[in-house]
T-cell receptor, first 114, second 113 residues
Framework: AQSVTQLGSHVSVSEGALVLLRCNYS??????LFWYVQYPNQGLQLLLK??????LVKGINGFEAEFKKSETSFHLTKPSAHMSDAAEYFC????????????FGKGTHLIIQP | ETGVTQSPTHLIKTRGQQVTLRCSSQ?????VSWYQQALGQGPQFIFQ???????GRGNFPPRFSGLQFPNYSSELNVNALELDDSALYLC????????????FGQGTRLTVV
């Protein structure tokens, strides 16, 4: 079965600082990995996805993530945090097999300090 | 191109009652998935429908059931509501396939009292 672990339920960074949100996965099949963002009282929006084409994936709003098979990781980064980045971030892995759908981590709440 | 829309946005039900939540998928999408997001948690996969057939299910009891219609819209039905069913219910539509993007609606906030 596929699973995702997000390290750190809350991460606080200063505006302009590097953002690093950690995600480790477990998958019995080659994984498809996703990062989603959720703003208060809203649904989820896709930031980026890894589908085996390239290990460094660039997404929207300046975010990127690197797939490292040896570390089973897919950490999300952004060089310079902006106040508008404050939100909940979820890492997810495709469930695989004949059924689609995603298995999500518990989420990381990103706080941006002015 | 219209996005994924869910209705209602909020509702309150009494324990033991039944509820139906609705989802209109994004234009052209034939796959709909439903997720339950408890407060402070990540979404949990309930089930998925592809061309009107359920083709995947998470760890949810049979009192959670669904339908998908020929226009690919979908319903989630929950019978015998329990207090723990209180959550944000999210619908997502996609073209199907493990690597395709799922587009999420804004969710229905269900409160069971």
């Amino acid at each position: 079965a596929q699973s995702v672990t997000q390290l750190g339920s809350h991460v606080s960074v200063s505006e302009g600082a590097l953002v690093l949100l950690r995600c480790n996965y477990s998958s019995s099949v080659p994984p498809y990995l996703f990062w989603y963002v959720q703003y208060p009282n809203q649904g989820l929006q896709l930031l980026l996805k890894y589908t085996s084409a390239a290990t460094l994936v660039k997404g929207i709003n300046g975010f990127e993530a690197e797939f490292k098979k040896s570390e089973t990781s897919f950490h999300l980064t952004k060089p310079s945090a902006h106040m508008s980045d404050a939100a909940e971030y979820f890492c997810a892995v495709s469930r695989g097999g004949g059924a689609d759908g995603l298995t999500f981590g518990k989420g990381t709440h990103l706080i941006i300090q002015p | 191109e219209t996005g994924v829309t869910q209705s209602p946005t909020h509702l309150i039900k009494t324990r033991g009652q039944q509820v139906t939540l609705r989802c209109s998928s994004q234009s052209g999408h034939n796959t709909v998935s439903w997720y339950q997001q408890a407060l402070g948690q990540g979404p949990q996969f309930i089930f998925q429908y592809y061309r009107e057939e359920e083709n995947g299910r998470g760890n949810f009891p049979p009192r959670f059931s669904g339908l998908q219609f020929p226009n690919y819209s979908s319903e989630l039905n929950v019978n015998a509501l329990e207090l723990d069913d209180s959550a944000l219910y999210l619908c997502a539509s996609s073209l199907g396939g493990r690597n395709t993007e799922a587009f999420f609606g804004q969710g229905t906030r269900l409160t069971v009292v």
